[in-house]
């Protein structure tokens, strides 16, 4: 991480009086992120359109796009709401519309958003054409395609596909394209199996658009995207846009996907030691779940990380040890496969940095994020976007 006695000593004092935990973004780890990812697209010829559901924060939004027309990808109404707000009008919504939150999509409509929808059912295209008819507006959807079985969508070859995208191209909404998200990529771990899982994400998405094309279903949008897949594509033609949202961060399900590095990843959890038990070999921390979050997303991966890896305020991987478990405001960490804790190295009073599991679910239990960088001796707050 950034804190050591050769530290900035205007940062490593505003370091040293946040209270902890808090949620720490190393922002030249971050932006390096964002700028990996966007070369990356743009050289294969398709859009980002990043997903806004990891960061949240309005501060944040103009590193992530180059200016207020791109395309960006919500997960709740209120993130669109914010970003609407502020003059950021390409939004897709992508979670499955239900039908009470269309009041407030038509109110983002009005005020000049360009805002589309994702259904995957007959009966949530029929309640969209009936709100549009009963409203005189025209709400655009897309329509979320399975590509490889791991959640929601329509197959490609379904014919409900044709019979969904009929019905909102020629009723009162507005069809404009397909989406899919390569959702089982998360249990690739080789260089690969992730190159695999981005060849079949591209095929099966690019399958459904022909279909309808071929139905004489005009399909201008083709999006995809995953954070692992979006790292692994080799041919995007015929993609317009590419979807990720946990790339700017980075976390250790990433990590042991093969996406990132440990020292890619940009948000860790500031903690105190507050207690040692050494007849168990346990260090006592002031973040529990309530800052860590009770994400395993490591438990199914060749690494288990427990709740979060272990570095110094130097940044240093403290090897072996891990979070092993959490209460509501306590963290437990313990030495794993290896010899016991030495309390003298970690007295009671020290810091340390949790990397977490997953970052999106780490951030959510935060209301600010604490961003510093060392290159430009800066400290920002960001404040989190919360609710739905």
């Known amino acids: 991480m950034l804190y050591s006695e050769n530290s900035n000593p205007q940062l490593l004092n505003q370091y040293q009086s946040l209270d902890t935990p808090f949620l720490l973004v190393d922002k030249q780890l971050m932006l390096k992120n964002l700028a990996r990812l966007r070369s990356k697209t743009e050289a294969l010829g398709a859009e980002l359109r990043p997903h806004f559901k990891t960061i949240r924060a309005l501060e944040a939004v103009h590193h992530l796009l180059p200016q207020r027309t791109s395309a960006i990808t919500v997960s709740t109404v209120k993130e669109a709401e914010a970003l609407a707000g502020e003059g950021y009008t390409n939004i ?18 009005v005020k000049g958003a360009e805002v589309r929808v994702l259904l ?21 959807a897309l329509i979320e395609v399975d590509c490889d079985g791991h959640r929601g969508g329509i197959h490609p070859d379904d014919p409900k596909l044709i019979e969904i995208a009929s019905l909102l191209h020629h009723g009162a909404a507005s ?79 990433m990590a042991g996907i093969g996406v990132c590095q440990l020292d890619d990843i940009a948000a860790s959890v500031v903690t105190t030691v507050i207690g040692h038990n050494k007849e168990k070999g346990w260090l006592f921390i002031d973040a529990g779940w309530m800052a860590l979050s009770a994400d395993r997303g490591t438990a199914g991966q060749p690494k288990d990380c427990g709740y979060g890896l272990v570095a110094k ?47 999106c679910a780490t951030a959510s239990m935060h209301q600010h994020y604490h961003v510093f960088d060392t290159q430009e001796t800066t400290y920002e707050n960001w404040n989190r976007i919360q609710g739905w």
């Not at 897709?92 to 409509?109: D, T």
């Not at 309640?127 to 409203?135: D, I, P, T």
């Not at 995809?224 to 961060?249: C, K, M, N, W």
């Open 175 to 253: 069809f404009h394209g397909v989406l899919a998200h390569a959702g089982e990529s998360y249990l690739c771990f080789d260089q690969e199996s992730l190159a695999e899982a981005a060849r079949n994400e591209v095929k099966m998405t690019l399958k459904a658009a022909n279909n309808l094309r071929a139905a004489a279903i005009p399909c201008d949008i083709v999006s995809i995207g995953s954070t692992p897949t979006a790292h692994s594509y080799q041919d995007l033609t015929g993609i317009t846009e590419v979807r990720a949202g946990v790339y700017g961060f980075f976390d250790l399900v």
């Open 313 to 359: 305020t130097n940044g240093q991987l403290v090897e072996a040890m891990q979070v092993i478990g959490v209460n509501q405001e306590h963290g437990i960490i313990a030495a794993v496969g290896c010899d016991a804790i030495s309390f003298d190295d970690f007295p009671v009073g020290c810091r340390l940095h949790i990397l977490p599991n997953h970052a």
């Open 92 to 109: 897709v919504y992508a979670v499955g519309i239900s039908e009470g939150k269309l009041p407030r999509i038509e109110q983002l409509i």
């Open 120 to 140: 995957d059912t007959l009966e949530q295209a029929e309640f969209v054409s009936r709100y549009c008819e009963q409203h005189n507006c025209a709400i655009a």
